[in-house]
């Protein structure tokens, strides 16, 4: 299905934002992603359309950066870190107990998609480690246990916006620093939730 | 010219010129080094890191691609040492790991650099034990090319072919890393008038061809310089046979021609030589239709011509005879006139909608597609270049590329509207190809232009078409600027025939000449006018009404239908002799192929009849007539001799000159409804009879602006009924929004449009389902 | 030893809103700034920058005024500020991102302004969805303020910012990968010569990309003066650098610190020591492409010539502990299958090679070693980095294939029975 009025809007002023078109390339995909959980075919189209390059120029972009999905995600992506600070740290722990109780590998998206589980690499959280994102919203100094009863929390109460002091507070333990005391804000979908644009639209040279 | 620098290989010095790669500067003194990503035609990516060598720099010796690295004066360049062999062999080793050992069923196997270098460089046994990339063995990207990734070493070679030189971006890079892979879209083939190319420049069998998949062996090739034929670049080809077969047609790197590369017409349309359908036998047809000797046929041929004295004898040629042939045609015809009481009504017509005068009086303005290289504008008002002279168009393409400004007159050409400065349609030309407005008067115009050099592409963008505004814009460009221009007929030998015959009419002058009161003998060579042509209709009728029609041709169409005797004529590969190309640089064909059954090249049977007028007169061979022609040449210096142009250093051919006459009018209608225009890819003879392309010249098609199609007829569906008085065709509809309004294009080279009127209006209707879209 | 802070200091004082406007500005933000528009010299903010001498913090470590200088005379020029951030150990930019946005802000402003550049971008990993929010917001509000957009604070200098999302390539960290990457593109390293970001950039223009810690010390720089910057730390490593501590620590964190102290000190005073009162067996001064210092080599100081002399670089700030129980072939596997997943795979020995060796870890890391792997895994490495010398030479395009190759040889120079240890002590009978 071809994208909404709306979304061709928004991706036409993000456009204009960059000198030349195809430098909102990744905000347009994350767009697509947003809308469908992965990067689908007819968005390549429209997106193709909407920069003036071909299809297949697109997913080779597309392609090239593991954060747009080739196939649709659940509501809550699972990125557990295995580099080297949270490898040291135990972090094969954490994979195989998240592993376990999502019944997923890596990649895998459950049937009800509610998860999908990745194993990522460094996500700059290594003062923490273990670290997880979930929706690209970071929890810090996790244990097996603790990813356990983070993953049984979402599949019960099926937050729509993953908020990451919220579940840090309740689920991680050390962190890298002190970051983000009070912020409520978080993340609706598998993709960092982040306006490109915003209020100052009409200030820009 | 630069002052050349020296460097320092391995010891040796070199001289070379500055701003070149240490790469390049070694292959031309003799240094090969290995690679696999670069190609002299292309930018260089430094990918495969085949080409290391080592440099000194202030900071010690340092281990760099060749590919990459410019030279500078005294540079010292070691490409042997220890350092570099081990870099080598690594990289070797590297691209081995995860490529298939199946040489033994590879089609590149012995012409494979991976093959070559991994004997010559490589490490003896594989040290890795793990397991190789798996993709799916090979996978069709389009109708013509197959797609093998385990073969693949990602050079990247393709991918930067499509995007650099063809510029139709339809392969690329997927995935990252020890994953990444070629590939297409899903839904978007590789579809590309230019995708063969990748096939040859691949330097693995990832990419083949179905037409030579399995085909044979590089050592069982016999191979052969020649020139292209399908169109007038006269791009330099390689023939390769095997078992008297052609089985392959690669581009030669020509710097003044094509650079290299091919498009997929020139490099796939050669299976119908060894069609099982061509004629080898002359046939007359009475009542019924039977092989005749050679003998008989020239017998009765001549009886038809010399028993009546006032026949009128017409001769309509086409475009793909040698230059001997056409020097041979032209001697049998003015010995004829001589004998005959009628010299006027004995006219020799040229095939081709798109001749017209021409601009050949003033040789110095005549330019050479090198001056596209050198100019600072390039004009273009033609048919389309992309379909018409396809590898110009990638010239063109480089130019734009390197800062050249190119400027578009005309509704054609819309294919290469986004290269274009200034694309000067609706506003500036009416739908009737007259200006809109004074040329001095055009926005944007002048400036370009002014004491700038130009190079201006000129010739009818459609069969029915005013010259007079493109002979008005020849004038003014004259003036103003310093002009080259380039005719652009796109057929074949046009120019060698337009050099070789005396004088040419066309086809219009056929029809309006033609005099039922008398006896008429008509000889068509080469040439089916009666299909895709717009006077195909008219033709038809003049060949119906004439008294004897003699064809000479390889296959049974239209026109020789209409004929009382075929005779089985030959094709490039089968006969030896020059061509001459749009810059009129002459160029050698060879021959490589034995000829089949008992047809002759056109030139032989042109040789008995002048035997019959004269027993005296006989051609020998084609070096005698080649030699003959070389003798009416001004200059004795630089001759097209077979000698000449056969030493490697004159691949590139002799630029030389003779007066050209075209005798032809104006075919001059107003109210155009109709736009046609001539394909890449349509249904001639030997198309449908080359199988691996056969399907791509099958889709009929219209074309017009959003505005046409949703404004005036109100359709949503892209499968059209085109219907004209009894005409009734079913299309499909493509939107093309640079055409102007109520304008419709029609490809003329495919089946079923040619009975259409272009100044009437046709009526489009939705056709009920896509399944009744014919594809023949 | 104490923390000395320049860059943090803000978030400090502020845990729970220096991220905000109204404090940023309510403790001397934008004060450098107004200074410089009102000078309304260029000349001058480069030279305060020449002056510090600071060097870039992205890990190159390249000195920041001379590259300004660089900068090729064009009407179009940009500013990239690089925030991608993604070299395993490294969380220093994260911090500046989301705690102090404005100063960020604030130095690209400044930076643009002495280098006469109208727009600038943010380049952010896709990952840090948080601070990428916060640097938007802060972008929004600096426009709101009149910081950002159409003459500036009322000069006729004016400046546009984008927030631009990566999306999970650390490549893309590498200048010309990420300008690439911007441009819409695959984020491949370009070749260098031509693509010197400084004359060939950003769509193909003159560009400066520098590090979110780098350009976040200029407001500092400004307020303080190049020379009061200078007397931090120790000449060739001058100012603070925050430094990112994590492994095997009881207090790990990010600590803002003149350079020139020992690693030694460092950990102890700030990492609180080792967890459960271990010791050193390995660690990592600059991030994962560092080749490791041994638990012995604790007294090196953290400055960049130091670390490089001792054969191994400050990179990007990062220090990984790793204490005596720590299976370094597995530490070793994790590091090389980092730089496998993130080649870029343009170049051979890079793609093919880190893949290789990879396996060939695995293989090892699961009991199927075989003797002869220590010869390949160094042939391997001597492939894809000749000579296996510090810096690294490379048959690559650009540093990570040799990154992949520092934990091998990190490994194999100082803990080679670790390796040996999984090897089957025998040659198994041909099966
Ligand atoms: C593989 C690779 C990854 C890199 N990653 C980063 C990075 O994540 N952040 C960064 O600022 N610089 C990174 N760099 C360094 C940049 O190329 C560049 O030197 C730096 O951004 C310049 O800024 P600076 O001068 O302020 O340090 C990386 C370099 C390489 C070769
Ligand atoms: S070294 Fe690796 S990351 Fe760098 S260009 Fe080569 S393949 Fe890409
Ligand atoms: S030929 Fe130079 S790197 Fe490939």
Same mark, same amino acid.
């Given at each position: 299905?071809?994208?909404?009025?709306?979304?061709?809007?928004?991706?036409?002023?993000?456009?204009?934002?960059?000198?030349?078109?195809?430098?909102?390339?990744?905000?347009?995909?994350?767009?697509?992603?947003?809308?469908?959980?992965?990067?689908?075919?007819?968005?390549?189209?429209?997106?193709?359309?909407?920069?003036?390059?071909?299809?297949?120029?697109?997913?080779?972009?597309?392609?090239?950066?593991?954060?747009?999905?080739?196939?649709?995600?659940?509501?809550?992506?699972?990125?557990?870190?295995?580099?080297?600070?949270?490898?040291?740290?135990?972090?094969?722990?954490?994979?195989?107990?998240?592993?376990?109780?999502?019944?997923?590998?890596?990649?895998?998206?459950?049937?009800?998609?509610?998860?999908?589980?990745?194993?990522?690499?460094?996500?700059?959280?290594?003062?923490?480690?273990?670290?997880?994102?979930?929706?690209?919203?970071?929890?810090?100094?996790?244990?097996?246990?603790?990813?356990?009863?983070?993953?049984?929390?979402?599949?019960?109460?099926?937050?729509?916006?993953?908020?990451?002091?919220?579940?840090?507070?309740?689920?991680?333990?050390?962190?890298?620093?002190?970051?983000?005391?009070?912020?409520?804000?978080?993340?609706?979908?598998?993709?960092?939730?982040?306006?490109?644009?915003?209020?100052?639209?009409?200030?820009?040279? | 010219?630069?002052?050349?620098?020296?460097?320092?290989?391995?010891?040796?010095?070199?001289?070379?010129?500055?701003?070149?790669?240490?790469?390049?500067?070694?292959?031309?003194?003799?240094?090969?080094?290995?690679?696999?990503?670069?190609?002299?035609?292309?930018?260089?990516?430094?990918?495969?890191?085949?080409?290391?060598?080592?440099?000194?720099?202030?900071?010690?010796?340092?281990?760099?691609?060749?590919?990459?690295?410019?030279?500078?004066?005294?540079?010292?360049?070691?490409?042997?040492?220890?350092?570099?062999?081990?870099?080598?062999?690594?990289?070797?080793?590297?691209?081995?790991?995860? +490529?298939?050992?199946?040489?033994?069923?590879?089609?590149?196997?012995?012409?494979?650099?991976?093959?070559?270098?991994?004997?010559?460089?490589?490490?003896?046994?594989?040290?890795?034990?793990?397991?190789?990339?798996?993709?799916?063995?090979?996978?069709?990207?389009?109708?013509?090319?197959?797609?093998?990734?385990?073969?693949?070493?990602?050079?990247?070679?393709?991918?930067?072919?499509?995007?650099?030189?063809?510029?139709?971006?339809?392969?690329?890079?997927?995935?990252?890393?020890?994953?990444?892979?070629?590939?297409?879209?899903?839904?978007?083939?590789?579809?590309?008038?230019?995708?063969?190319?990748?096939?040859?420049?691949?330097?693995?069998?990832?990419?083949?061809?179905?037409?030579?998949?399995?085909?044979?062996?590089?050592?069982?090739?016999?191979?052969?310089?020649?020139?292209?034929?399908?169109?007038?670049?006269?791009?330099?080809?390689?023939?390769?046979?095997?078992?008297?077969?052609?089985?392959?047609?690669?581009?030669?790197?020509?710097?003044?021609?094509?650079?290299?590369?091919?498009?997929?017409?020139?490099?796939?349309?050669?299976?119908?030589?060894?069609?099982?359908?061509?004629?080898?036998?002359?046939?007359?047809?009475?009542?019924?239709?039977?092989?005749?000797?050679?003998?008989?046929?020239?017998?009765?041929?001549?009886?038809?011509?010399?028993?009546?004295?006032?026949?009128?004898?017409?001769?309509?040629?086409?475009?793909?005879?040698?230059?001997?042939?056409?020097?041979?045609?032209?001697?049998?015809?003015?010995?004829?006139?001589?004998?005959?009481?009628?010299?006027?009504?004995?006219?020799?017509?040229?095939?081709?909608?798109?001749?017209?005068?021409?601009?050949?009086?003033?040789?110095?303005?005549?330019?050479?597609?090198?001056?596209?290289?050198?100019?600072?504008?390039?004009?273009?008002?033609?048919?389309?270049?992309?379909?018409?002279?396809?590898?110009?168009?990638?010239?063109?393409?480089?130019?734009?590329?390197?800062?050249?400004?190119?400027?578009?007159?005309? +509704?054609?050409?819309?294919?290469?509207?986004?290269?274009?400065?200034?694309?000067?349609?609706?506003?500036?030309?009416?739908?009737?190809?007259?200006?809109?407005?004074?040329?001095?008067?055009?926005?944007?115009?002048?400036?370009?232009?002014?004491?700038?050099?130009?190079?201006?592409?000129?010739?009818?963008?459609?069969?029915?078409?005013?010259?007079?505004?493109?002979?008005?814009?020849?004038?003014?460009?004259?003036?103003?600027?310093?002009?080259?221009?380039?005719?652009?007929?796109?057929?074949?030998?046009?120019?060698?025939?337009?050099?070789?015959?005396?004088?040419?009419?066309?086809?219009?002058?056929?029809?309006?000449?033609?005099?039922?009161?008398?006896?008429?003998?008509?000889?068509?060579?080469?040439?089916?006018?009666?299909?895709?042509?717009?006077?195909?209709?008219?033709?038809?009728?003049?060949?119906?009404?004439?008294?004897?029609?003699?064809?000479?041709?390889?296959?049974?169409?239209?026109?020789?239908?209409?004929?009382?005797?075929?005779?089985?004529?030959?094709?490039?590969?089968?006969?030896?002799?020059?061509?001459?190309?749009?810059?009129?640089?002459?160029?050698?064909?060879?021959?490589?192929?034995?000829?089949?059954?008992?047809?002759?090249?056109?030139?032989?049977?042109?040789?008995?009849?002048?035997?019959?007028?004269?027993?005296?007169?006989?051609?020998?061979?084609?070096?005698?007539?080649?030699?003959?022609?070389?003798?009416?040449?001004?200059?004795?210096?630089?001759?097209?001799?077979?000698?000449?142009?056969?030493?490697?250093?004159?691949?590139?051919?002799?630029?030389?000159?003779?007066?050209?006459?075209?005798?032809?009018?104006?075919?001059?209608?107003?109210?155009?409804?109709?736009?046609?225009?001539?394909?890449?890819?349509?249904?001639?003879?030997?198309?449908?009879?080359?199988?691996?392309?056969?399907?791509?010249?099958?889709?009929?098609?219209?074309?017009?602006?959003?505005?046409?199609?949703?404004?005036?007829?109100?359709?949503?569906?892209?499968?059209?009924?085109?219907?004209?008085?009894?005409?009734?065709?079913?299309?499909?509809?493509?939107?093309?929004?640079?055409?102007?309004?109520?304008?419709?294009?029609?490809?003329?080279?495919?089946?079923?449009?040619?009975?259409?009127?272009?100044?009437?209006?046709?009526?489009?209707?939705?056709?009920?389902?896509?399944?009744?879209?014919?594809?023949? | 030893?104490?923390?000395?802070?320049?860059?943090?200091?803000?978030?400090?004082?502020?845990?729970?809103?220096?991220?905000?406007?109204?404090?940023?500005?309510?403790?001397?933000?934008?004060?450098?700034?107004?200074?410089?528009?009102?000078?309304?010299?260029?000349?001058?903010?480069?030279?305060?920058?020449?002056?510090?001498?600071?060097?870039?913090?992205?890990?190159?470590?390249?000195?920041?005024?001379?590259?300004?200088?660089?900068?090729?005379?064009?009407?179009?020029?940009?500013?990239?500020?690089?925030?991608?951030?993604?070299?395993?150990?490294?969380?220093?930019?994260?911090?500046?991102?989301?705690?102090?946005?404005?100063?960020?802000?604030?130095?690209?402003?400044?930076?643009?302004?002495?280098?006469?550049?109208?727009?600038?971008?943010?380049?952010?990993?896709?990952?840090?969805?948080?601070?990428?929010?916060?640097?938007?917001?802060?972008?929004?509000?600096?426009?709101?303020?009149?910081?950002?957009?159409?003459?500036?604070?009322?000069?006729?200098?004016?400046?546009?910012?984008?927030?631009?999302?990566?999306?999970?390539?650390?490549?893309?960290?590498?200048?010309?990968?990420?300008?690439?990457?911007?441009?819409?593109?695959?984020?491949?390293?370009?070749?260098?010569?031509?693509?010197?970001?400084?004359?060939?950039?950003?769509?193909?223009?003159?560009?400066?990309?520098?590090?979110?810690?780098?350009?976040?010390?200029?407001?500092?720089?400004?307020?303080?003066?190049?020379?009061?910057?200078?007397?931090?730390?120790?000449?060739?490593?001058?100012?603070?650098?925050?430094?990112?501590?994590?492994?095997?620590?009881?207090?790990?964190?990010?600590?803002?610190?003149?350079?020139?102290?020992?690693?030694?000190?460092?950990?102890?005073?700030?990492?609180?020591?080792?967890?459960?009162?271990?010791?050193?067996?390995?660690?990592?001064?600059?991030?994962?492409?560092?080749?490791?210092?041994?638990?012995?080599?604790?007294?090196?100081?953290?400055?960049?010539?130091?670390?490089?002399?001792?054969?191994?670089?400050?990179?990007?700030?990062?220090?990984?502990?790793?204490?005596?129980?720590?299976?370094?072939?597995?530490?070793?596997?994790?590091?090389?299958?980092?730089?496998?997943?993130?080649?870029?795979?343009?170049?051979?020995?890079?793609?093919?090679?880190?893949?290789?060796?990879?396996?060939?870890?695995?293989?090892?890391?699961?009991?199927?070693?075989?003797?002869?792997?220590?010869?390949?895994?160094?042939?391997?490495?001597?492939?894809?980095?000749?000579?296996?010398?510090?810096?690294?030479?490379?048959?690559?395009?650009?540093?990570?294939?040799?990154?992949?190759?520092?934990?091998?040889?990190?490994?194999?120079?100082?803990?080679?029975?670790?390796?040996?240890?999984?090897?089957?002590?025998?040659?198994?009978?041909?099966?």
């Amino acid at each position: 299905m071809s994208w909404e009025k709306e979304l061709i809007e928004k991706a036409n002023e993000i456009i204009d934002l960059y000198p030349e078109k195809r430098s909102a390339l990744a905000p347009l995909l994350y767009l697509a992603q947003e809308r469908d959980g992965y990067i689908s075919d007819e968005s390549i189209v429209e997106i193709s359309n909407l920069v003036g390059i071909t299809e297949v120029q697109v997913k080779s972009v597309a392609s090239f950066y593991s954060m747009y999905k080739e196939e649709q995600t659940g509501k809550y992506l699972l990125s557990v870190c295995k580099s080297i600070s949270c490898e040291i740290n135990d972090s094969r722990s954490v994979i195989d107990s998240v592993k376990e109780f999502t019944g997923l590998e890596n990649y895998e998206t459950d049937v009800d998609k509610v998860f999908t589980f990745e194993e990522v690499e460094c996500i700059g959280a290594c003062g923490g480690a273990p670290a997880v994102q979930i929706n690209y919203e970071t929890v810090e100094g996790l244990t097996p246990q603790k990813s356990i009863e983070l993953c049984e929390w979402l599949k019960e109460e099926k937050p729509e916006v993953v908020v990451a002091e919220e579940l840090q507070n309740m689920f991680g333990g050390v962190k890298s620093f002190d970051w983000a005391i009070n912020d409520n804000t978080g993340s609706s979908y598998s993709v960092p939730g982040f306006q490109n644009i915003g209020t100052a639209k009409e200030k820009r040279i | 010219m630069t002052d050349k620098i020296t460097i320092n290989v391995n010891g040796s010095e070199i001289s070379t010129e500055p701003d070149q790669l240490i790469i390049e500067a070694c292959e031309d003194s003799g240094i090969h080094i290995p690679r696999f990503c670069w190609h002299k035609r292309m930018d260089p990516v430094g990918m495969c890191r085949m080409c290391l060598v080592e440099i000194d720099t202030p900071r010690g010796k340092a281990l760099v691609p060749s590919c990459t690295t410019k030279v500078s004066e005294d540079l010292i360049v070691d490409t042997e040492s220890e350092v570099v062999k081990k870099a080598q062999e690594g990289v070797l080793e590297f691209l081995l790991i995860n +490529h298939p050992l199946d040489c033994p069923v590879c089609d590149k196997a012995g012409e494979c650099p991976l093959q070559d270098q991994t004997m010559a460089y490589g490490p003896g046994e594989s040290r890795f034990v793990e397991d190789k990339r798996h993709f799916e063995k090979p996978i069709p990207i389009s109708e013509i090319i197959l797609l093998d990734r385990e073969r693949c070493i990602l050079c990247a070679r393709c991918t930067r072919f499509s995007d650099e030189i063809s510029g139709d971006p339809l392969i690329e890079f997927i995935q990252r890393g020890n994953k990444t892979q070629v590939n297409t879209f899903p839904d978007e083939p590789f579809r590309s008038y230019f995708s063969g190319n990748t096939v040859q420049i691949c330097p693995v069998g990832a990419l083949t061809s179905t037409s030579y998949r399995f085909k044979a062996r590089p050592w069982d090739l016999k191979k052969v310089s020649s020139t292209c034929n399908c169109c007038s670049v006269g791009c330099s080809v390689e023939l390769n046979v095997s078992q008297n077969k052609m089985l392959r047609i690669l581009g030669e790197d020509n710097d003044f021609t094509n650079q290299g590369w091919l498009s997929d017409k020139g490099r796939y349309n050669f299976e119908y030589l060894h069609s099982d359908k061509r004629i080898t036998l002359p046939l007359l047809i009475d009542s019924s239709t039977q092989e005749v000797s050679i003998n008989e046929s020239m017998d009765l041929i001549s009886n038809e011509i010399f028993s009546h004295k006032k026949s009128s004898v017409s001769f309509i040629v086409g475009p793909n005879s040698t230059n001997e042939e056409y020097f041979a045609l032209n001697n049998f015809v003015n010995d004829l006139k001589e004998k005959n009481d009628n010299s006027e009504n004995i006219n020799i017509y040229f095939s081709d909608d798109y001749l017209y005068k021409g601009f050949f009086e003033n040789q110095e303005k005549l330019g050479e597609i090198k001056d596209l290289d050198l100019a600072d504008t390039i004009i273009l008002w033609s048919q389309d270049i992309k379909d018409n002279l396809p590898t110009l168009y990638l010239r063109i393409k480089q130019a734009v590329k390197n800062g050249k400004k190119l400027l578009i007159f005309g +509704h054609t050409n819309t294919a290469i509207k986004e290269l274009t400065e200034h694309y000067f349609g609706e506003e500036i030309i009416n739908k009737n190809f007259e200006f809109n407005v004074e040329i001095s008067e055009i926005p944007d115009l002048e400036e370009f232009i002014l004491d700038k050099n130009v190079v201006a592409i000129l010739g009818k963008s459609s069969p029915i078409q005013d010259v007079e505004p493109i002979t008005e814009l020849f004038q003014y460009l004259n003036e103003k600027s310093n002009l080259k221009v380039l005719n652009a007929f796109s057929k074949g030998n046009t120019f060698g025939a337009l050099q070789n015959i005396d004088c040419v009419k066309g086809l219009n002058e056929f029809v309006n000449e033609f005099d039922e009161s008398k006896r008429n003998l008509v000889f068509t060579i080469g040439a089916n006018p009666v299909n895709n042509s717009v006077l195909s209709k008219k033709i038809k009728d003049r060949l119906i009404m004439s008294d004897f029609v003699v064809a000479l041709d390889m296959f049974l169409n239209e026109t020789t239908e209409l004929a009382n005797i075929i005779l089985p004529t030959t094709s490039y590969g089968e006969k030896e002799g020059t061509v001459t190309n749009l810059e009129m640089r002459i160029l050698k064909q060879n021959k490589i192929l034995p000829v089949p059954g008992s047809a002759l090249s056109d030139w032989e049977y042109w040789s008995m009849l002048l035997n019959k007028i004269d027993n005296e007169k006989l051609f020998e061979s084609e070096i005698e007539l080649n030699s003959l022609m070389c003798d009416e040449y001004i200059d004795k210096e630089i001759l097209p001799s077979f000698e000449n142009l056969n030493k490697p250093q004159n691949l590139d051919g002799i630029l030389n000159f003779k007066p050209i006459n075209i005798e032809i009018e104006n075919i001059n209608l107003i109210n155009l409804e109709m736009l046609f225009v001539h394909r890449l890819y349509g249904d001639s003879s030997s198309q449908i009879n080359s199988p691996s392309i056969s399907m791509l010249g099958s889709e009929r098609f219209i074309e017009m602006n959003y505005a046409t199609y949703f404004g005036s007829y109100m359709l949503n569906n892209d499968v059209v009924t085109l219907t004209q008085d009894d005409v009734s065709i079913q299309v499909n509809v493509y939107i093309n929004d640079s055409l102007p309004d109520n304008l419709i294009i029609i490809p003329i080279n495919r089946r079923g449009f040619q009975n259409l009127d272009p100044q009437k209006k046709v009526e489009l209707e939705v056709a009920n389902s896509r399944e009744q879209l014919s594809v023949s | 030893m104490k923390e000395t802070l320049l860059l943090t200091k803000h978030m400090r004082e502020f845990p729970e809103n220096s991220h905000k406007i109204e404090i940023y500005e309510n403790n001397n933000g934008y004060d450098a700034l107004k200074k410089v528009l009102k000078e309304g010299n260029p000349e001058n903010v480069i030279n305060e920058i020449k002056d510090s001498n600071i060097r870039g913090r992205g890990g190159a470590g390249f000195p920041t005024g001379v590259k300004w200088g660089f900068l090729a005379e064009d009407e179009d020029r940009y500013l990239v500020i690089n925030g991608d951030e993604s070299e395993p150990g490294t969380f220093k930019d994260r911090i500046l991102l989301e705690r102090d946005p404005h100063q960020l802000i604030e130095g690209i402003i400044i930076t643009c302004f002495a280098s006469n550049i109208k727009k600038a971008f943010i380049y952010i990993r896709g990952e840090y969805a948080k601070p990428a929010r916060r640097v938007q917001d802060a972008v929004e509000q600096a426009y709101e303020k009149g910081y950002l957009g159409k003459n500036i604070l009322g000069t006729n200098f004016s400046l546009d910012v984008v927030v631009h999302l990566g999306a999970g390539a650390y490549i893309c960290g590498e200048e010309t990968a990420l300008l690439n990457s911007l441009e819409g593109k695959r984020g491949e390293p370009r070749l260098k010569p031509p693509y010197f970001p400084a004359v060939m950039g950003l769509y193909n223009k003159p560009t400066l990309v520098n590090n979110v810690e780098t350009i976040s010390s200029v407001p500092w720089i400004i307020n303080n003066s190049g020379k009061e910057y200078s007397k931090l730390g120790v000449e060739g490593s001058t100012g603070t650098r925050i430094f990112s501590l994590s492994g095997h620590i009881n207090n790990p964190g990010n600590f803002e610190i003149e350079m020139g102290k020992s690693f030694g000190e460092f950990i102890d005073t700030f990492g609180n020591g080792i967890k459960n009162d271990k010791s050193v067996k390995a660690y990592i001064p600059g991030g994962a492409s560092a080749p490791w210092f041994t638990g012995d080599q604790l007294d090196i100081k953290m400055t960049i010539d130091d670390v490089a002399n001792a054969g191994s670089m400050l990179g990007s700030g990062a220090v990984v502990v790793m204490d005596e129980d720590t299976n370094l072939v597995y530490a070793a596997k994790s590091i090389v299958s980092f730089f496998a997943h993130e080649s870029c795979g343009q170049c051979t020995p890079c793609r093919e090679g880190t893949t290789w060796l990879e396996m060939i870890l695995e293989r090892i890391a699961s009991g199927r070693g075989r003797l002869s792997d220590v010869s390949l895994l160094i042939d391997i490495c001597d492939n894809i980095s000749p000579g296996l010398s510090w810096p690294p030479k490379m048959t690559t395009i650009c540093p990570l294939g040799p990154s992949a190759v520092s934990p091998i040889t990190s490994l194999l120079d100082n803990f080679s029975d670790e390796i040996m240890n999984m090897l089957p002590t025998k040659i198994p009978i041909a099966q």
